[in-house]
């Protein structure tokens, strides 16, 4: 018990971030993430629906208010704007979103 919880410590401190990402989004692709962001003009869309730079769209506090909410509003873009997105892309969309906008621990 106490070697983990040194290890956590000594990962925290040393900037990595996979101790504090939810276990829904660790693995995930960020890079496959961002550019599915990209290519599905997300930002984009999420501009047209609300003022700004569209991030407004993405309240932490909000409807959204744990990890496993957030990959579901994903899988729901996906499944309403029949993007075709495998379980996997879902999660790397989600992920990047919660690094980007939620920051979810």
Wanted: overall charge positive; proline content about 4%; hydrophobic content about 40%.
């Amino acid at each position: 018990m106490r070697k983990s919880i040194l290890l956590l410590y000594l990962l925290s401190i040393m900037g990595c971030t996979w101790a504090q990402t939810p276990t829904i989004f660790q693995g995930a692709d960020l890079k496959l993430g961002e550019k599915l962001i990209a290519e599905n003009k997300c930002t984009e869309c999420h501009q047209s629906k609300v003022v700004g730079d569209g991030s407004a769209l993405y309240r932490p506090k909000g409807r959204i208010n744990a990890p496993g909410v957030l990959r579901g509003m994903v899988e729901q873009c996906n499944t309403e704007l029949n993007l075709g997105f495998f379980p996997e892309e879902v999660t790397a969309v989600a992920a990047v979103l919660n690094r980007d906008y939620y920051r979810f621990k």
